[in-house]
Every structure is written in structure tokens, then in C-alpha cells.
């Protein structure tokens, strides 16, 4: 697809009302090809939702797995002392990366509020299928994962709560309605409530960012997967490749955090099988694909006014 085509695929999705803004960020591992925003800025911030799971909490685990002080087989019973019970012994970190730890996508009730609770909650509850027997996308697991590690981002752009000086540039969102913020705007607050209930920094979901501080992550984990030693850790391509190899859970696309080029996967059919990416609720996306050198970022704020899907 030309960038006219392209171009001509978001504005007219802007015109639907599938989302009220958006920027892209096109290109490939030594810079950006494409870069536009559509009814707002391009310094624009926008609440990148579940791409925190692998700009922040998956680039933390892989940290502590260079480090040697985490392990991917780690049992997670070892580490939360709530863990326990015959059904979710063997339950290891790659696991809960790979949304194959048994764990439900949500909690049934309302989010308990606070780190403690949370932790109690997921630990505690009953495992929705056999650790591994499938896969199912679970916020509750990259929650407790991010109670593992630090989740920093060193990327210009990409910040947690964003402070009060960038509201200005912040795209707003509206609450869902089963959230207790419902009737008002979001604007530098987190979308999603269970993020919100643990002040604005989750594992799942809580990240702000940028398009282009988007595609300098982006880039950086381009060059790794094509083999460039030069990239700041824990990017290594050897590092890179162990997490973005697609897991042998049957009919899984899931990686350890990443998602993979499947025909049922976000990222739609034309990417060659080594990509991967992942997608967040807000409307917010970031694809890889090593073998045509090139990442592709869109963020939007389809969950204000917009559209479902």
C-alpha cells in the first residue's frame, strides 16, 4: 500500500468516526519514512494502553532475565507467596508472558484498589483453564508482572503520569461505563480503571507516549531482531529472538509479551511470519517486522467518541 492509501485509509476512518485523532510513524531501523498526524499535533501525547505491556513491563523482565536475577522458568510461586494451589504450582514467568498461566482476562468484581489487593486477588482466584492448555489475553498477569520489575522507560516522551505541564498536549479519552470516573474527560489520566487504581502505573496498562518516542523504541527493537549488536540493553538480538519466538501453546500468536504474525492476529496478513507487534484498547498499535525492515506505529484515541473496533 502507497502512503496515499494509507494516508487515505485514516482520514477516511477519521471522517467515520472510528477515532477523532491520530499520528503515524512509519520507517525502518535507521530512521522514520512517515510521519504525519491526523486532526492534531504530532508531539501529541496519547494513552498507549496495553503497549505498555511490552514497551515497559516485557523490556523490564527482559532486564532482569539479562541480569540473571529472573528467570523465564521461574515458578511464580516463588515470588508471590499468595500463589499457591495443585491447579497453578507450575505456573512459570513465560507463562504469565505468553497470557498461558490460566489466568482470566479481568476480575470478575470491581478493582480492588491498591498494589496488596490486587496482588491478592489474582493470586488467589480461580484459574479460568490448565496452565498452557490455550491462551488467553490476561491484563491480571502483566499486572503481577509488574510488580516484578522496575517500569522505567529511558525513551524521551514515554512517561507514566504524565506531569501537569503536558496536558495541554495530552489526546483525552473517555471512561468506560463501568468506571466510577464515567461522565467526565480523561486527559493524562489513565484509561483503564484497573490502571487507575493503582495510581497510574500498572504492568497492563498506564503509559503515555509520543508516535515518535513510540518508533525510537520501535527502532530499537528492529535493529536488535536484524542482528545489530549496538543497541542499548537489554536489546541483544539474542535477547530479542528468545522473546519474540512464538509460543508452542496450541494455537497461540503469542510470544513472551509480543503478539506474532497469524492470520487472526492485529496486524493483518501482508507482514512476513518473524513480525510482531501489539495493539492497546485506546486504539493505539506498534508492529515489527524485521525481515522488511520496517515498524509501524499508529496511535489514536478511538475511545473517546469513536469507534469499537
Request: aromatic content about 8%.
Amino acid at each position: 500500500m502507497s502512503v496515499d492509501a494509507a494516508r487515505a485509509v485514516v482520514a477516511n476512518a477519521i471522517r467515520a468516526g472510528v477515532f477523532p485523532a491520530a499520528v503515524v510513524n512509519v520507517g525502518d531501523r535507521r530512521g522514520t519514512l512517515w510521519h504525519e498526524a491526523f486532526g492534531t499535533a504530532l508531539d501529541t501525547l496519547f494513552d498507549l494502553s496495553s503497549l505498555t505491556k511490552v514497551i515497559a513491563t516485557t523490556t523490564g523482565v527482559m532486564r532482569r532475565v539479562a541480569d540473571g536475577s529472573l528467570r523465564l522458568e521461574t515458578r511464580i510461586a516463588e515470588l508471590f507467596e499468595e500463589w499457591r494451589g495443585v491447579d497453578r504450582e507450575s505456573v512459570t514467568v513465560r507463562d504469565v508472558l505468553e497470557h498461558a498461566s490460566g489466568l482470566s482476562a479481568r476480575l470478575f468484581d470491581a478493582p480492588p484498589v491498591g498494589r496488596r489487593e490486587f496482588e491478592h486477588e489474582i493470586c488467589a482466584m480461580k484459574l479460568e483453564y490448565a496452565p498452557r492448555s490455550r491462551s488467553i489475553y490476561s491484563d491480571l498477569g502483566f499486572i503481577l508482572l509488574g510488580f516484578l520489575v522496575p517500569l522505567q522507560v529511558e525513551i524521551h516522551d514515554l512517561v507514566f503520569n504524565p506531569p501537569p505541564d503536558t496536558r495541554s498536549r495530552i489526546a483525552p479519552t473517555l471512561p468506560l461505563s463501568e468506571d466510577i470516573r464515567r461522565g467526565r474527560v480523561l486527559v493524562g489520566e489513565v484509561h483503564d480503571n484497573y490502571a487507575a487504581a493503582l495510581d497510574g502505573m500498572a504492568g497492563h496498562a498506564g503509559l503515555f507516549g509520543t508516535a515518535d518516542a513510540v518508533a525510537s523504541f520501535g527502532r530499537m527493537a528492529l535493529a536488535a531482531a536484524m542482528g545489530d549488536v549496538h543497541q542499548p540493553p537489554p536489546f541483544t538480538p539474542e535477547l530479542v529472538s528468545v522473546f519474540t519466538t512464538k509460543s508452542t501453546v496450541p494455537g497461540s500468536s503469542r510470544a513472551l509479551g509480543w503478539d506474532t504474525m497469524l492470520p487472526t492476529s492485529s496486524c493483518g496478513t501482508k507482514m512476513s511470519p518473524r513480525a510482531f507487534g501489539h495493539v492497546g484498547f485506546t486504539g493505539t498499535s506498534l508492529w515489527i517486522d524485521p525481515v522488511r525492515d520496517r515498524y509501524w506505529v499508529l496511535l489514536t484515541n478511538r475511545v473517546n467518541g469513536g469507534g469499537t473496533v
